[in-house]
């Protein structure tokens, strides 16, 4: 299973569009890889250690808590990630 977090808060444009970038590159992946990635969100405005980590990079996607990336979203790279993650998780 890969988790992947993305954080963010309410009301940010770039956050919104982090979403969608992950909502697509998921739903573009085969079914089966798809199935094994859990999508977790999490706001800064509602824990003080992730505002005091991310405030000023957000939105960022973790993936397996590692970050992947901040601000901008590239479907591309997301997509290789989350298959090079799987195909590491399948390995172990």
């Known amino acids: 299973m890969t988790t992947l977090t993305l954080i ?3 009301a940010c444009h770039l956050c919104e569009v ?4 992950v909502d697509t590159v998921i739903e573009g992946l085969p079914a ?3 199935d094994r990635i ?5 706001s800064i405005a509602e ?3 992730l505002y005091a980590t ?3 990079m957000i ?3 973790l993936i397996d808590g590692d970050l992947h990336a901040h601000w901008r979203v590239s ?3 997301l997509r290789a990630a989350l298959v090079a993650a799987d195909t590491q998780g399948a390995s172990a």
């Open 18 to 21: 982090a979403e969608q970038i």
């Open 75 to 77: 479907a591309d790279r």
């Open 59 to 61: 939105p960022v996607v």
């Open 54 to 56: 991310w405030w000023e």
């Open 8 to 10: 963010g808060k309410p």
């Open 38 to 42: 859990s999508v977790e969100h999490a």
């Open 47 to 49: 824990d003080a250690a």
């Open 32 to 34: 089966d890889v798809a």
